[in-house]
């Protein structure tokens, strides 16, 4: 059963350019989960989605930031007119419900974002 | 709202010795608590769990009890390996907020040498 897969492992934008961050869940998980490291700093939570519904934004930026979890296909994290404090990893998580709070979440390997 | 706090980094240990990181966190109800594992340039990896007062997660030689009476979930080893040089993070859920937010801590750098 292969794990969390997020890609680009590796992204590098200009300031001013968009940035897509694609993750694709666990086989048989419905519930994703994005987090944001930034430098020698600990993960914080961004968003929490299930199938083409938002269910907790509470840590999104109010601007720029977007994300989805289409019916068909990979949870998107949308970054727009990215700007040098926007560099840091970006991790998605899965879990195959969201209902219970013992739930494990298995995070993906992550995609590193350098913006220049 | 929710909060985790670990102790202060980086630890560095000689191989086989004896290791506590630890965590306490703040949070209304009843969370469920987490330890998660970083190696350099990979994603996070469940090290263990416990879901209610006095549960003891384990794995891999590691151990964590869940005190809620002094609200923290320390992580121990008896004896480490240089392999266990890693970043842990502490982690919790649930505890009045949604149940898919984990809260973390600032992360414990570890360096065990030979």
């Known amino acids: 059963n292969a794990g969390v897969m997020q890609n680009p492992r590796h992204l590098v934008r200009r300031r001013g350019q968009e940035a897509r961050l694609r993750c694709s869940p666990m086989k048989g998980h419905s519930h994703v989960y994005w987090y944001r490291q930034l430098p020698e700093e600990g993960l914080k939570f961004m968003v929490y989605?299930?199938?083409?519904?938002?269910?907790?934004e509470s840590g999104m930026p109010k601007e720029r930031f977007s994300a989805e979890f289409p019916k068909e296909g990979p949870s998107i994290l949308r970054i727009q007119q990215v700007v040098r404090g926007d560099s840091a990893a970006y991790f998605c998580?899965?879990?195959?419900?969201?209902?219970?709070?013992?739930?494990?979440?298995?995070f993906g390997p992550g995609t590193r974002l350098t913006v220049l | 709202g929710n909060s985790v706090t670990q102790m202060e980094g980086p630890v560095t240990l000689s191989e086989e010795a004896f290791l506590t990181i630890n965590c306490t966190y703040t949070?209304?109800?009843?969370?469920?608590l987490f330890w998660y594992v970083q190696y350099p340039g990979e994603g996070l990896q469940l090290l263990l769990k416990?879901?209610?007062?006095?549960d003891k997660g384990s794995n891999k030689g590691f151990e964590a009890t869940y005190r809620k009476e002094t609200t923290s979930f320390h992580l121990e080893k008896g004896s480490v390996q240089v392999s266990d040089s890693a970043v842990y993070f502490c982690a919790l859920v649930g505890g009045g907020t949604s149940y898919g937010k984990l809260t973390f801590g600032q992360g414990t750098i570890l360096t065990v040498h030979p």
């Open positions: 989605l299930q199938k083409e519904n938002i269910i907790d």
């Open positions: 998580a899965s879990s195959p419900t969201g209902t219970s709070s013992g739930d494990t979440q298995y």
């Open positions: 949070a209304t109800g009843y969370p469920s």
């Open positions: 416990a879901t209610k007062a006095d």
